[in-house]
């Protein structure tokens, strides 16, 4: 089955500073490469999705690309906030199943 | 308001005490699915179900069951639960395909003595 691993397992960044996380997945049949962002004692919630038709998506301050022939996409937040600070999945999906990664905890330190 | 709802939030029950944990969701959805959240290694999926009586396993669904009788509900069962299922436990839901956003409930924290 799929395998999804997510690096870095935590990330501290100044405010104003840029965070990347990447990930990397094992099934070339996935298709769907989602993100999602949970704060803490919260659900997650989509932030940001991509779909293999697509090398690269922004949305505002957020971004995410993906090279399938590596299998690795990443996330890419600019001008952090302390607001940004959350744990992040990845995920991929290769039809009726989504496999997360392990998560990035997300500091933004003011 | 588009909500998943879940019951209970938090439970504290004991080796081999049956229990059902509910999932309810009101967008007419047809994919749901059970996962189960641990430090470090993410969300697992437990187990899915792409329509009514349409149901499959996910990663980890060894000592789980689900049932998938209406289209709104997707329960949760733990026959002979252990505490090595001590976990944080979300339901979520989405429309078909499996390509847009899965709507996740607010959580059940389980804990197994």
């Known amino acids: 089955g799929e395998n999804v691993e997510q690096h870095p397992s935590t990330l501290s960044v100044q405010e104003g500073d840029s965070a990347v996380i990447k990930c990397t997945y094992s099934d070339s049949a996935s298709n769907y490469f989602p993100w999602y962002k949970q704060e803490l004692g919260k659900r997650p919630q989509l932030i940001i999705d991509?779909?293999?038709?697509?090398g690269e998506k922004k949305d505002q301050r957020i971004a995410v690309t993906l090279n399938k022939t590596a299998k690795h996409f990443s996330l890419h937040i600019t001008e952090t906030q302390p607001e940004d600070s959350a744990v992040y999945f990845c995920?991929?999906?290769?039809?009726?199943?989504?496999?997360f990664g392990g998560g990035t905890r997300v500091l933004v330190k003011p | 308001e588009a909500q998943v709802t879940q019951n209970p939030r938090y439970l504290i029950t004991v080796t081999g005490k049956k229990l059902t944990v509910t999932c309810s969701q009101n967008?007419?959805?047809?994919?749901m699915s059970w996962y189960r959240q641990d430090p470090g290694l993410g969300l697992r999926q437990i187990y899915y179900s792409m329509n009514v009586e349409v149901t499959d396993k996910g990663d980890v669904p060894e000592g789980y069951k689900v049932s998938r009788k209406e289209k709104r509900n997707f329960p949760l069962i733990l026959e002979s639960p252990s505490p090595n299922q001590t976990s944080l436990y979300f339901c979520?839901?989405?429309?078909?395909?499996?390509?847009?956003?899965?709507?996740f409930g607010p959580g059940t924290r389980l804990l197994v003595l």
């Open positions: 991509i779909r293999s038709n697509v």
């Open positions: 979520a839901s989405s429309s078909l395909p499996l390509r847009e956003t899965q709507y």
């Open positions: 995920a991929a999906s290769a039809g009726n199943k989504l496999t």
């Open positions: 967008m007419n959805h047809e994919y």
